[in-house]
């Protein structure tokens, strides 16, 4: 399972990416809102710190027509390669926008899924991820981790080649049961990272360890 930042602030990127298997940012309008910068600011400033690994940049046109001319903008302003996934909603614009985007040879991450045939048909679409909003679910009285595990039975049953990646996750509840069903990536937040790698009992065996360790290791590095 691959592990992304979903995130565009600048300090958490260079955190998480300094100490964590992240494979790559995953970005939305919102996230863009948070950080207080500019598309044209914060899209180099995390290149530049991502290297050959993926960004996933979210379009916001309504009309297909105008998702993919938005989509190509992006790829040529921010000179994108193959790392580069459009970000779009699966409306039903949105589904002929993912045809379009994959057309025009690039990669997409069908975003704000919620059921499993819009992840299906963004699938049958083209769609290289697709991302299903697991809290989301949840918070109107939805199963999210099922509807993660019910679109990965799907593509397995129906060998498709499009990858799930979970996302809008909460707790660590919740990446804990996709992670057992299959779920091929994860976007999760500094707050979530922190939160997976987080055990009392670690940072009490660390501390104990020290304790003991102290007076026996008397090699200098
Ligand atoms: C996914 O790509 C979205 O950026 C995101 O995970 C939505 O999460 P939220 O429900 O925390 O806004």
């Not at 996933?56 to 009309?63: D, F, G, L, T, Y």
């Not at 069908?110 to 697991?134: C, E, H, S």
């Not at 989301?136 to 060998?159: C, E, M, P």
């Not at 919740?174 to 994860?186: D, I």
């Amino acid at each position: 399972m691959k592990y992304l930042a979903d995130t565009a602030n600048i300090d958490e990127i260079k955190e998480l990416l300094n100490y964590l298997p992240i494979e790559g940012v995953t970005t939305n309008p919102t996230l863009l809102a948070h950080s207080k910068k500019k598309l044209s600011q914060i899209i180099p400033e995390i290149l530049q710190l991502l290297g050959d690994k993926m960004i996933h940049i979210q379009v916001m046109s309504e009309k297909s027509e105008d998702m993919l001319r938005e989509a190509k903008r992006y790829r040529d302003y921010f000179q994108l390669n193959e790392k580069y996934f459009v970000k779009i909603p699966v409306t039903k614009e949105g589904i002929r926008a993912i045809k379009m985007v994959k057309e025009a040879g690039m990669n997409v991450t069908a975003t704000a899924v919620f059921t499993q045939q819009q992840a299906l048909i963004a699938a049958k679409a083209g769609a290289d991820f697709v991302a299903p909003y697991v809290n989301r679910l949840d918070n109107i009285g939805a199963q999210g981790v099922n509807v993660v595990s019910d679109i990965v039975k799907t593509f397995t049953l129906h060998s498709l080649p499009c990858n799930v990646l979970g996302a809008s996750f909460k707790n660590v509840n919740q990446v804990y049961q996709v992670s057992l069903n299959g779920c091929h990536a994860v976007t999760l937040s500094y707050e979530i990272f922190n939160l997976l790698i987080k055990h009392p009992m670690t940072d009490k065996g660390v501390a104990d360890f020290t304790k003991d360790g102290i007076p026996y290791y008397d090699i200098q590095f």
